[in-house]
């Protein structure tokens, strides 16, 4: 089955920028490949105890209301989510996700960012 | 404002059928993607599969053999029955709705809060 990479960890302090790396294996590698196909890649927030947020979709597009110190873009097989300004309440979980040509979604493991 | 709410048991016996309904208000059904997502505790996010309000249906390959998404369109709600439970189901499942009308590859939002669904005997 398809899967998708994430760093277990990232950490920074207040005010630095992060990326958070998202590789896809397998068969949906051909999914990051399609640039102008498939750009069905999101990203979610995720606080302890809420439910996920969604803070990135079509790999680089915020939903209304989120910051703009989240941005998103794809390169080959890797798409990345990057954070400036880091906040401490930026501290969560963030999942990445596809949407592959097999008309499924396929999530990330998950990367844990704390702020120091 | 779109709000989702699931409901259900929260204590399932092994080999029986997990059913939850998630209930959409503030917003009508129609015209968007409807999906439900799991996460077990202390683990990342699995999805489960999705239904279009006209009950177009997809499912996680992992999961087809044992899962059905219903949709009620009067009732403005939509329902996951997973079958043949064992103790790796468990996990707080969501239900949530796509970002953009008449797509189902935007992404996931707005969510439920999330209800944790429990297999033991």
């Known amino acids: 089955q398809s899967a998708l990479t994430q760093p277990a960890s990232v950490s920074g302090s207040p005010g630095q920028s992060i990326t958070i790396s998202c590789t896809g294996t397998s068969s949906d590698v051909d999914d990051f490949n399609y640039v102008s196909w498939y750009n069905y890649v999101s990203w979610y927030q995720q606080h302890p105890g809420k439910a996920p947020k969604l803070i990135i979709f079509d790999v680089s597009f915020r939903p209304s209301g989120v910051s703009n110190r989240f941005s998103g873009s794809k390169s080959g097989n890797t798409a990345s989510l990057t954070i400036s300004g880091l906040q401490a309440e930026d501290e969560a979980d963030y999942y990445c996700s596809l949407y592959t040509s097999s008309s499924i979604w396929v999530f990330g493991g998950g990367t844990k960012l704390t702020v120091l | 404002q779109v709000q989702l709410q699931e409901s259900g048991p929260g204590l399932v016996k092994p080999s029986e059928t997990l059913s939850l309904t998630c209930i959409v208000s503030?917003?009508?059904?129609?015209?968007?993607?409807w999906s439900w997502i799991r996460q077990p505790p202390g683990k990342g996010l699995e999805w489960i599969g999705y239904?279009?309000?006209?009950?177009?249906?997809d499912y996680n390959p992992s999961l087809m053999s044992r899962v059905t998404i219903s949709v009620d369109t009067s009732k403005n709600q939509f329902s996951l029955n997973l079958t043949s439970v064992t103790a790796a189901d468990t996990a707080v499942y969501y239900c949530?709705?796509?970002?953009?009308?008449?797509?189902?590859?935007?992404?996931?939002?707005?969510w439920g809060h999330g209800t944790l669904v429990t297999v033991s005997s």
């Open positions: 503030g917003g009508s059904i129609n015209n968007y993607y």
């Open positions: 949530a709705r796509d970002y953009n009308t008449f797509r189902e590859s935007t992404g996931f939002d707005p």
């Open positions: 239904i279009y309000y006209n009950g177009i249906t």
